[in-house]
């Protein structure tokens, strides 16, 4: 059990440019989920998964992003046509079990910031 | 929509002080609450998760309490130490709902 591993660590980009983060969750959890967190604010829930179906998505996915797990295991984020606003830090977190009530693992996360 | 609130925002205290950080919930139709650490850049790390049909869970100098009715939960450190220095978190979690959501913490300063 190496943990969740989230790839890149770090991500400057320029506005208007597409980025894509990698997740790779503990390998045998099930349920995957994204969130997004700015200075000093908790983490806010953007998406989903349940192995490799997306059940939930928030309002604040916006047309602009979109996620994937093509195989029930890592799962991308890709953001479209960045914008200042996506300035911020995208966790990925993961669970085992078939409801949630087993503890999130998160990883740590990917900082984005959009010049 | 749940409504997270953690008071203090930040907690400075001397090293060996016992403490209690609060969390108020306005949905108290929760299914679990989890608390979390976050140290400076880094993700979450689980502490402890509450099942709705508990009152507390335990673990080691970590002590968290939940009434449900009220919509309140604490976290209560014994004889804290500069290394529990993170911000806390808490979450409350809705039954078949997979939206956790956050409060935004309470930062803790031990100092030696």
């Known amino acids: 059990d190496t943990g969740v591993s989230q790839n890149p660590r770090h991500k400057i980009t320029k506005r208007g440019q597409n980025v894509t983060f990698r997740c790779d969750p503990i390998?045998?959890?099930?349920?995957l989920y994204w969130y997004r967190q700015t200075l000093g604010q908790g983490p806010e829930f953007l998406t989903y998964?349940?192995?490799?179906?997306?059940?939930?998505k928030s309002r604040l996915l916006s047309d602009r992003f979109s996620a994937e797990r093509p195989k029930g295991s890592f799962s991308t984020l890709e953001i479209q046509r960045t914008e200042q606003g996506d300035s911020a830090m995208y966790l990925c977190?993961?669970?085992?079990?078939?409801?949630?009530?087993?503890?999130?693992?998160f990883g740590n996360g990917t900082r984005l910031t959009v010049t | 929509k749940q409504e997270v609130t953690q008071i203090p925002a930040a907690l400075s205290v001397p090293e060996g002080e016992n403490l209690v950080l609060n969390c108020s919930f306005t949905d108290s139709a929760i299914y679990n609450l989890q608390w979390f650490r976050q140290d400076p850049g880094k993700g979450l790390t689980s502490l402890l998760l509450i099942q709705s049909s508990q009152r507390e869970q335990t673990s080691g100098r970590l002590n968290a309490s939940l009434d449900k009715s009220s919509g309140r939960s604490t976290l209560y450190i014994a004889a804290s130490q500069p290394g529990d220095s993170a911000t806390y978190l808490c979450?409350?979690?809705?039954?078949?709902?997979?939206?956790?959501?956050f409060g935004a913490g309470t930062r803790l300063t031990v100092k030696p």
């Open positions: 977190a993961s669970s085992f079990g078939r409801v949630n009530n087993s503890p999130l693992h």
């Open positions: 979450a409350p979690n809705r039954r078949n709902n997979n939206d956790m959501r």
């Open positions: 998964f349940q192995n490799e179906a997306q059940l939930e």
């Open positions: 390998s045998e959890h099930n349920r």
